[in-house]
């Protein structure tokens, strides 16, 4: 069986060839008594509540899902977190509804909506408890980049292949995906044709985790793409002679492929001798499309509900779930509204971990043994997407592109539509629908007028379930250290280690590992008894590099901090904990203008900041002239509010001469510009321009810089009106 090391070096070339024979399988050695389960949760894209048989299907085949749901757990009433992706995915992974989630919709004109360093993952909590973690397939966020928070690696998820951005995963011929930190490139044949198809690389990936970490508890999130639009697939299969669109062919064909992946990792895990010990579950994130020319009536998609994806009726938000383990997931059907944003707690029972308490979703481990779980006193959606589908915005009678919100309480279901995008509406201006879901799960009789009380109560609690920001309790450990910091010269690194939780911890301790060669010093105590629920514990370091740092170069802190719960270590410490320390450029030598110089790090420039992201390499008089007052200077930094511009002196300037103010440019289209300007060495304060504008003309910097290492220039607006604030620092020269 191949280890860690082996899979993180394969050859993501040899994966994008389809036809390569997949890796050796041995048995692993059964799992230790009492260890937790692996746990392997399969989420389809754009998978309706009927499209499997074991949900009422006719016309396309699901064998091995309709064998698990057989021997499983199917749940009638499991629920999306939202009826289109992004803020589905995003609720699902962070156990947040989307009335306090951070992703709350799909993107518009702007980016792709990212996580960041509060969301507490699934595959955080899980880790702490020493799961080996794998996102394979579509992650849905962005930006498309390595090292950034959004990242799955910086989420919790050690291992991670497929699609960043969701807009990138509508493309199953890629041309490259992401392992880890790196782009792949996936060659095109010989012919020129189309590479490999996605979702056998993504199959091949899973399948190859599961072999790698067989032998200790894992936590796999496999996302394929299926059967998200366009209807792309090799083969139509046995769908090829219906007399269908092609379009209806290749999504019946993609629905089949689905379930033959999730198959073979079954096939897989009964191999490896570990399906007793993994719990399968699989699910959709929303309800069934009809993009690309797809029909869900022909496949009765919704089953027996009214809506599709981007609807907040049943059929938009309602999805199959079903659980798998054989000898531990009893075989039946459950009927409790079960909302996604339950596997987060869920997860962390399973796994003997400590879940963050200010999640919305609540634990059903119970259920998955035969048992009971508490219910949602309600659950809430919200709906504001940029696009309107054909049926979707006929379900909704017109209304697809408006702002929408739903409820549900007990068996009542509110739905109701802003007069557009502003949710911040009177009630009296939206348009309300009181649905009985247990008389009519259909959604036809809307029983508002007849039940002003429940109205007025379910109108509440929708105003109630939305919090313009979600402030989350810190989880876990993260780091702080400053952006650059000077050879030779100490500075201060600090961890907080936060117990989101809802129990104590015992014997909390924090650690700092630095690059070889520098010193670090604790000056507040790095342990302690325990760590309260809802605590945290602040741990800084004097942290001095070596006066011989090489320049040019990057430095890597990284924090690490352990606890114990419920006599389970918890471990943290991943990549979001790593602080890296920005490189250093040389020093000047001799008296220099500012815009000759290499910069540590530029924030909002334009002009020569602009145009080049190593300055030094222009040469001088680059960039577009200044012009401040009327006066033109060669030399010069353009900045709009707010920016920051930081250099390493290496204390070996003397004095920074220069002219700041609004230039010319920016005054000859208003005079509503107000900037204000300051200089810091070392972090004290220099200079302070008060404010500047158009009018009152630019203001001389003449300042002593003895002794400095980094030099920071700063412009904020001074006005609350970031229009018309380009700034310049005209002839800024340093003397050595």
């Not at 008296?591 to 909002?604: C, F, G, H, Q, T």
């Amino acid at each position: 069986m191949p280890n860690r090391r082996q899979f993180l070096a394969g050859s993501a070339a040899a994966l994008a060839l389809a036809g390569l024979p997949s890796t050796p399988v041995s048995a692993a050695a059964p799992r230790a008594s009492g260890r937790a389960p692996n746990i392997v949760l399969v989420l389809a894209d754009d998978l309706g509540y009927g499209e499997l048989g074991s949900y009422g299907q006719q016309l396309i085949a699901t064998p091995r899902l309709d064998e698990l749901s057989a021997q499983g757990l199917r749940f009638t009433q499991a629920y999306s977190a939202a009826a289109v992706c992004a803020p589905s995915r995003c609720s699902l992974l962070t156990g947040l509804h989307t009335g306090h989630a951070t992703v709350r919709q799909n993107p518009f004109s702007g980016p792709q909506g990212a996580l960041g360093d509060g969301d507490t993952t699934f595959a955080e909590v899980l880790r702490a408890r020493g799961y080996r973690t794998g996102c394979i397939g579509k992650w849905g966020f962005g930006p498309d980049e390595a090292d950034q928070p959004s990242h799955p690696n910086a989420r919790g998820f050690e291992e991670f292949y497929g699609y960043i951005g969701h807009g990138h995963a509508h493309q199953y011929y890629p041309s490259y995906l992401w392992h880890n930190g790196e782009r792949t490139d996936i060659p095109e044949n010989a012919n020129g044709a189309k590479g490999a198809y996605a979702i056998d690389l993504i199959e091949r990936r899973a399948l190859d985790f599961l072999d790698t970490h067989a032998d200790e508890p894992f936590l796999l999130f496999l996302t394929p793409t299926t059967p998200h639009a366009p209807s792309d697939i090799p083969s139509d299969g046995a769908y090829a002679s219906r007399p269908w669109p092609a379009a209806d062919k290749g999504h019946a064909a993609q629905v089949t492929r689905l379930d033959t992946l999730v198959g073979n990792v079954v096939d897989r895990l009964k191999a490896l001798g570990i399906d007793r010990d993994t719990l399968v579950l699989t699910t959709s994130d929303n309800g069934p499309h009809e993009e690309g020319g797809v029909d869900p009536d022909r496949f009765d998609a919704n089953g027996p509900l009214r809506g599709y994806k981007r609807n907040l009726y049943e059929g938009g938000v309602r999805v199959p779930l079903i659980a798998w383990q054989p000898g531990t997931v009893p075989a039946g059907t459950t009927g409790r509204p079960t909302p996604l944003i339950d596997l987060l707690p869920t997860f962390a029972q399973l796994g003997g971990a400590s879940a963050p308490r200010d999640v919305d979703g609540i634990s059903v481990a119970p259920l998955l043994t035969g048992s009971t779980a508490p219910r949602h006193p309600q659950l809430y959606w919200m709906r504001n997407d940029p696009y309107a589908t054909g049926r979707a915005d006929a379900a909704d009678n017109g209304r697809n592109l408006r702002l929408a919100e739903s409820v549900r309480k007990g068996d009542l279901k509110a739905v109701r539509f802003a007069p557009a995008r502003d949710r911040t509406v009177p009630d009296d201006q939206w348009q309300l629908e009181l649905y009985d879901l247990a008389a009519d799960p259909g959604e036809k009789n809307d029983l508002a007028a007849a039940r002003p009380s429940d109205v007025a109560e379910l109108t509440a609690l929708l105003r109630a379930s939305w919090v313009d920001t979600y402030a989350r309790e810190p989880y876990g450990v993260s780091l702080t250290v400053p952006g650059v910091v000077a050879r030779g010269k100490a500075f201060t690194a600090r961890a907080t280690f936060g117990n989101a939780s809802a129990s104590a911890w015992t014997g909390p301790r924090v650690t700092l590992d630095v690059p070889d060669g520098w010193q670090a010093r604790a000056t507040t105590p790095v342990t302690a008894d325990q760590l309260a629920a809802g605590g945290t514990l602040v741990v800084a370091w004097e942290v001095t590099p070596p006066s011989d740092a090489a320049v040019d170069a990057s430095f890597p802190l990284r924090a690490e901090a352990t606890a114990s719960y419920g006599g389970n270590t918890l471990r943290f410490g991943d990549d979001r904990t790593t602080g890296t320390v920005a490189s250093l450029p040389a020093p000047p030598t001799s008296d220099a203008y500012l815009s000759d110089l290499e910069w540590v790090s530029a924030a909002n420039g334009w002009g020569p900041v602009e145009r080049d992201a190593c300055n030094g390499k222009q040469a001088a008089g680059d960039g577009t002239p200044i012009s401040l007052g009327g006066t033109t200077y060669a030399k010069g930094l353009g900045v709009h509010a707010p920016s920051e511009v930081v250099y390493h002196l290496g204390g070996r300037a003397k004095r920074l001469t220069a002219r700041v103010g609004i230039d010319d440019f920016s005054a000859g289209q208003s005079a509503a510009g107000g900037v204000r300007a300051r200089v810091s060495g070392d972090g004290v304060q220099l200079f302070d321009s008060g404010t500047l504008t158009a009018a009152g003309g630019p203001k001389s910097v003449d300042v002593d810089v003895t002794g400095v290492q980094i030099l920071r220039l700063v412009v904020q607006d001074a006005n609350g009106n970031g229009a018309y604030d380009h700034t310049s620092w005209a002839e800024a020269l340093v003397r050595v």
